[in-house]
């Protein structure tokens, strides 16, 4: 018997199964700081323990894709070691703030399966949640994978979709905040809640070029295991021929560079949808866009319905919607999320 | 309107104009330890609390440079995002010492204006100020940027040229330190105050490679957005071709290197001067070496004041001092400052 | 007199001598946090605060290996920086536990010298010690290495070649565990000490390839000077025409890859013997193999005799033991140590 994890393949899951996952992780500072290096966000509230504190919230809390980056680590070796690709995102909620010494975990339930035609592979539908050391919720999201079968002669489960929500909602599990307070000199942006319309499209300007020592950096900060982010020597004969970026580290670059136009925006309550158009690889470029779709208010705050789009090796001026590949320059991710601001 | 930052170009400057910069920030222990990986940086006082107590510090302070890349990162959006040229830097004060904790914020005053005979450009002066969350200066310095301007044909303003002090002096805004409890063996030097003269020189011996991930980690941690050191699809058909390593870099890594020969100057007082000869792109080998050029003392406490110098594939054994271009190694930096040891 | 460390030569070190090495160091959550990124090591009890403490500690420890790499850096300077080889580790004990807020200092014993046949280089040998800020002892360790004279014509020292012995033991140098406490679940393997049988062998499966700015980080992290390390512009025209990676890395790697088929050896109680079998270089890709060679009850715990090897771009499924060369693939590492587990 192997005492090492290869991972679970489309037969080891079956529906309203329920995985607790490896290794819980205390969040800090140190974690805060990194992140600053790898993405250079500069949203204030996640910056500043004073600004933080002005608006209500006892300490600066840390970045919510931080939490999310570290959340969707602990997953993988349970779930998508052996996927062949990540297919979507849904319904997730940002709750309860976390803080510099906060220690995260996290269990999934698996909520649906469908083999695919081929035989060869099937959809795995996971429900993840992640709780602090006083078991309130922090995230949860849904996730759909696509995971290899062990043996393509494996009878397939009756196959089970899940209905998911076109929008994730917005959770109440956070402090009670004074967005009076905000100053919006420090914050780097003027416009408030009431400055973006929806339909209004914003380019975000800047291009980040990623190099290898980052990404594997970031995923390995967290404690994410795919084998496909870090292995030159097998992925040299493998899909790319390369090593791929993780698609979480594509989420953060696009949501550091969305600064420059959503200045305010400082938190994201949930993930409407997700989807990875096209692969990342190192020496490519990073744009994003973004276009404003809902608005909502949210106790004191406002809430904007926003599709950040970013590409590779692409400049954003003209809004540009279509998917790239490995080879050709194009979209790599369209994430529709809600985002809070001041009114 | 565009809610993106494009960044001033030389006519949005005006005499006397005052800015408030964006993000404030929370300074930790996690940027502390990111600044040691990114500069190996070995001075007692701090990389130790128990060194930096000794002496009569609460804790061990953060690396003044550290405070000097932080708060200039936040004048960038505002000041240099359009700067062709960083031409220099006068009259930089340290004063309270930065912990873990202290949050940081900066605002900057046009001090001087002067349109280039091109007409394409002028050269803005500002002095920028930090403070902490109690609203103590943690540092001032001045520094000039050559800035496009938006229109050729804009009228030039009446050119304003600030003098500037030769020296920055040397400020009380420190704990009061207690010397003679330095621990000699602990701090990795022999020499104090006294046994260095004017006129002496020293090779730090020394070299460190830089690599595109390093600088890019390093100026995100600095939340510094200017383009030119990100964006490798852009800069791929500007002035040099490749991504530009901020300047603020090289200082940190001359900082860093000069341990290895003035192991007690333990705290920067001041910036008399700086200039950056040449740009440092990545694959290149910096060295550096000194030149103890003034003597003060400054309580129980020497100060000498150096000169050092980095350059670019040029280990320093004969001191060079000839200037490098993007093309030819040479001297990339050169820094008037005063360092503060026992004496 | 030059002011700058250029190292000791075979001729600097005397039987007996005691060497206070600089530079004190607060480690902290930041330091853990760079660890993580580096490395990416999944094991409970370093990361998170809630599973060390329901077994015992009052916070989670720091990596051993993190204390041990931050010891070993300080004495670099006065113990191999002009060396041609680490030759070797042996009695190598991890006691008291390091957390974040700890201040390391080290200090070292020369404990045996030996010219070789050659008369151009001599073994030093060293007893390192390092300390916490209440003076306990948190690592002490052998090691050896060949070290270039000063003056082919010195005379020789008469030789000393101290016996070591074959195992470091198991020091009681920590807090009283409860390891009825471990949550097999969140530690991310059902495999406790009674499920280990000697003999048995364990390929950890993944392969992480290294990169220059991974390496340059963690080294300087760790305050490691060792000239080899940094400058390519010397190491052009050295011995290997490249960087060479600091041999604790690799442990480092090594280690954290082991956690998948080790994932409850939660602690590093000692290192019988290291050997760098060959050097690594950035671009190859390290994997790892164990092999349990003896079992010991420690209290409540059992402790593990492993032998772990890492390789240089072979995977480990059929357990290579043939060492590589600069040139060619094979082992790099051969690391016999102690580690504790739940029983």
């Not at 084998?227 to 580290?249: K, M, S, T």
């Not at 997700?274 to 004191?300: C, M, N, Y």
């Amino acid at each position: 018997m192997s005492k090492t994890g290869a991972g679970n393949f489309f037969e080891d899951f079956s529906l309203g199964q329920k995985i607790v996952h490896a290794t819980p992780r205390t969040l800090s500072d140190g974690d805060r700081a990194l992140y600053a290096a790898l993405y250079g966000s500069r949203f204030a509230v996640q910056s500043s323990d004073e600004f933080a504190r002005a608006i209500g919230y006892p300490a600066s809390p840390l970045d919510d894709l931080l939490v999310f980056n570290t959340m969707f680590g602990k997953t993988v070796p349970d779930v998508s070691l052996n996927a062949i690709a990540n297919l979507g995102y849904a319904e997730c909620l940002f709750s309860t703030p976390v803080y510099a010494g906060d220690t995260l975990s996290a269990s999934s339930e698996v909520i649906g399966l469908k083999e695919n035609s081929s035989g060869k592979t099937g959809t795995v539908y996971v429900r993840s949640r992640g709780v602090n050391q006083r078991g309130e919720e922090v995230l949860s999201f849904v996730r759909w994978v696509m995971v290899q079968k062990r043996n393509e002669k494996s009878a397939a489960p009756a196959a089970v979709v899940p209905l998911l929500k076109k929008t994730a909602g917005i959770k109440t599990g956070m402090p009670r905040l004074t967005p009076a307070n905000w100053d919006f000199a420090q914050s780097g942006s003027p416009d408030r809640f009431d400055d973006y319309a929806v339909g209004e499209k914003i380019d975000h300007l800047d291009g980040v070029t990623v190099e290898e020592a980052e990404h594997q950096l970031a995923t390995r900060l967290y404690q994410n295991t795919a084998r496909v982010h870090f292995n030159q020597f097998a992925e040299r004969d493998g899909r790319f021929g390369r090593r791929l970026i993780y698609g979480g580290h594509v989420i953060s670059l696009a949501r550091a560079l969305s600064f420059n136009g959503l200045g305010n925006a400082f938190r994201i309550a949930g993930i409407n949808g997700g989807r990875h158009a096209a692969p990342l690889f190192a020496g490519g470029t990073v744009f994003a866009w973004s276009e404003i779709i809902g608005k909502a208010t949210q106790g004191d705050l406002g809430a904007l319905r926003i599709v950040t789009r970013a590409t590779r090796d692409v400049p954003c001026g003209d809004y540009p919607v279509e998917d790239g590949t490995a080879e050709t320059p194009g979209v790599i991710l369209e994430l529709d999320y809600w985002a809070l601001l001041p009114c």
